[in-house]
Nanobody
Framework: QVQVVESGGGVVQPGGSLRLSCTVR????????VRWYRKAPGKERELVAE??????GSNYADSVKGRFTMSRDVSTVYLQMNSLKPEDTAVYYC?????WGKGTQVTVSS
């Protein structure tokens, strides 16, 4: 069965970095739109970044632009997160080929 699995979350100090991975088992993510979302307690779900299958480009929310970068290979999409801020604390979810992963927790705190 096709499965989407996020990994790479953890606890990091402000200004630190993490790299999240979204691995798709049983399918290929190239030629498909892939999106990273995040959900913080008491906050609405936010679209963080995406690869567009139509345009072939990547887009980022203003809140993370210049700090987060997406990349990918055939089966895995990555989100490099630099200069992390406490407000980046959230559960990060990957959406690929109309499937959701279970999320990975990112906590930015001293």
């Amino acid at each position: 069965q096709v499965q989407v699995v996020e990994s790479g979350g953890g606890v990091v100090q402000p200004g630190g970095s993490l790299r999240l991975s979204c691995t798709v088992r049983g399918a290929f993510v190239d030629k498909h739109t892939v999106r990273w979302y995040r959900k913080a307690p008491g906050k609405e779900r936010e679209l963080v970044a995406e690869f567009s299958s139509g345009s072939g480009g990547s887009n980022y929310a203003d809140s993370v632009k210049g700090r987060f970068t997406m990349s990918r290979d055939v089966s895995t999409v990555y989100l490099q997160m630099n200069s992390l801020k406490p407000e980046d604390t959230a559960v990060y979810y990957c959406n690929a080929i109309n499937l959701w992963g279970k999320g990975t927790q990112v906590t930015v705190s001293s």
